[in-house]
């Protein structure tokens, strides 16, 4: 089982940035895909980002590609999402997750390991 710890919640300006880190307690941390979810208030959790073991290949919900960034360093055990020009309909709980398997994961239920959350809110 993998513990994860999100961070850089928080309160933003419609337009504004936001970088939120994932920290993994594994020792195999390469070993596993990654993805970034969220979930607004009476709206199903959705895929937001994803990336697999090496980083090389990504998955971005379309609302939010050319916008977001999803990165990881291996090294720190860490994954991030990047956001940028966020919106109003970008206010959600952001989740990070992990799977044991190698490739793109895009469907919640396929993850084993889930973080606590943290709150992005729009402040305009």
């Known amino acids: 089982q993998v513990q994860l710890v999100e961070s850089g919640g928080g309160l933003v300006q419609a337009g504004g940035s936001l970088r939120l880190s994932c920290a993994a307690s594994?020792?195999?941390?390469?070993?596993?895909?990654m993805g970034w979810f969220r979930q607004a208030r009476g709206k199903e959790r959705e895929v937001v980002a994803a990336?697999?073991?090496?980083?090389?290949?990504?998955y971005y919900l379309p609302s939010v590609r050319g916008r977001f960034t999803i990165s990881r360093d291996n090294a720190k055990n860490t994954v991030y999402l990047q956001m940028n020009s966020l919106k109003p309909e970008d206010t959600a709980v952001y989740y990070c997750a992990a799977d044991g398997s190698l490739g793109i994961v895009t469907i919640a239920s396929s993850y084993g390991d889930w973080g606590q959350g943290t709150q992005v809110t729009d402040a305009s």
């Open positions: 990336i697999t073991w090496s980083g090389r290949s990504t």
């Open positions: 594994t020792r195999t941390f390469s070993n596993y895909a």
